[in-house]
């Protein structure tokens, strides 16, 4: 059935290709939907405005639209007015359960969502929750795919995300013209929820890096290396990673990172704890061992109950050295 309208939505964009003759140039002019801006999806969906998309946006909180208003997005009540209104639709929403409610919930976009519609996941969340959005849309006839990202606030400001796609290989092409237009990098990793598989991989070893690179420093501070040297000679040996030498955690040794600015702004400890926790489950339900990534996880979840919640996840340094205090 799906497969049925999937293929009038393509017919319907030939026949535009006959009457105004680019594909792309019609397709550009419908509007997409957009569901969650905050840190993340505000700039990604002022991306889409500045490449030509009309937008049609919702948030739980109607402040979060505001600036993207005044930029021309016509702002709704609900997920189903936005499923009323657009046939691609974006969500960018915190965690599963925001994006269970936001699919499948009372006001929720398969409330009224259209045949044919291409639905897309950003949100960092547990592949299984893709999966089941993926039955539920093809039931009323949509399409849905994961796309989390990597790359912080600056990235999508800058349209430099990388998108982790994971669905349908032939509806990719309908997503990846809007990818463009956010990020600098889009990858197709295979059936839905792949890309979400793809996401806790690489957040999972970023964890483990970042909390690697802390305790390096924090051991070399200890023994007496000034941080700045030391952050010098590990970037110019292998223990050199994304860590030391991009975001390095200790106040002081860059400019322009977290460390530099107290910590805040860049990727909050909650939802590294929260990543975290859905590596740990699927590690578990697919019985493999991750013995680091476990105690990451951990880490994570004890600086989130000890006022680090709110900090950028490079403040394990800050933790560390204020356990040892004690
Ligand atoms: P955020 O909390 O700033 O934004 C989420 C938005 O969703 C909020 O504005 C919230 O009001 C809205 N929302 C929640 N429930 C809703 C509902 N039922 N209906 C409508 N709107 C709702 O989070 P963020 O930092 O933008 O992150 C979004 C996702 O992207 C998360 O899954 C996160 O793990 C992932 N991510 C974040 C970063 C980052 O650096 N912040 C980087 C990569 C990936």
Redesign the pocket.
Known sequence: MAALFRGSRSICFRWNKHVFGSTRSMASKTPVGF????????PMAKNLIKNGYPVIA????PE?CKELQDLGAQVVD??AYVAEKADRIIT????SP?VI??YT?SNGILKKVKKGTLLVD????DPAVAREMAVAAEKMGAVFMDA??????G??SMAK?TFMVGGLEEEFKAAEELFTCMGANVIYCGQVGTGQAA?LCNNMLLSIGMIGTAETMNLGIRLGLDPKLLAKILNMSSGCCWSSDTYNPVPGVMEGVPSANNYQG???TT?MA??LGLAQNTATNTRTPIPLGSLAHQIYRVMCSRGYANKDFSSVFQFLREEEAQ
């Not at 569901?35 to 505000?42: D, F, K, R």
């Not at 960018?92 to 965690?95: E, Q």
């Open positions: 569901i969650g801006l905050g840190n993340m999806g505000s919702t948030d739980v909180f979060c609900s997920p960018m929403l915190p965690s925001n409610e936001v919930g950003s949100s960092t969340i989390p990202v990597s790359g912080g606030v990235a999508a995300l996401k860049g990727f909050g939802l929260k990543d």
